[in-house]
Nanobody, 125 residues
Framework: QVQLVESGGGLVQAGGSLRLSCVAS????????MGWVRQAPGKEREFVAS????????YYADSTKGRFTIPRDSAKNSVYLQMSSLKPEDTAVYYC??????????????????WGQGTQVTVSS
């Protein structure tokens, strides 16, 4: 049974930084593209970032490019979301998700097949 567990969310002031973690179990971690998707209140889920299976290639939404990074650590079956220069509009529940295959340009919610329970990030102005 595949399980993804996110952690690291919280309340931060605008301009601050936060690091989210996602630990995966029940799957061959290195065989999956990993992504982060967020959902703000009253809005659809929005792609944030993704990383290739080997960790050498990344893809970011325009809204997060230059502020967020998505490293992964296969030895720990983990993927992270390092967020900096946070803005109030980054407030959302952040989910990590997996996708099979080799294509890491995955920005649609339907590209991802397994999801974590989410972690809340709140950015105050």
């Amino acid at each position: 049974q595949v399980q993804l567990v996110e952690s690291g969310g919280g309340l931060v002031q605008a301009g601050g930084s936060l690091r989210l973690s996602c630990v995966a179990s029940g799957l061959a971690f290195s065989n999956y593209v990993m992504g982060w998707v967020r959902q703000a209140p009253g809005k659809e889920r929005e792609f944030v970032a993704s990383i290739s299976r080997g960790g050498y290639n990344t893809y970011y939404a325009d809204s997060t490019k230059g502020r967020f990074t998505i490293p992964r650590d296969s030895a720990k079956n983990s993927v992270y979301l390092q967020m900096s220069s946070l803005k109030p509009e980054d407030t959302a529940v952040y989910y990590c998700a997996t996708a099979p295959g080799t294509n890491y340009y995955l920005s649609r919610r339907t590209d991802y097949t397994c999801w974590g329970q989410g972690t809340q990030v709140t950015v105050s102005s």
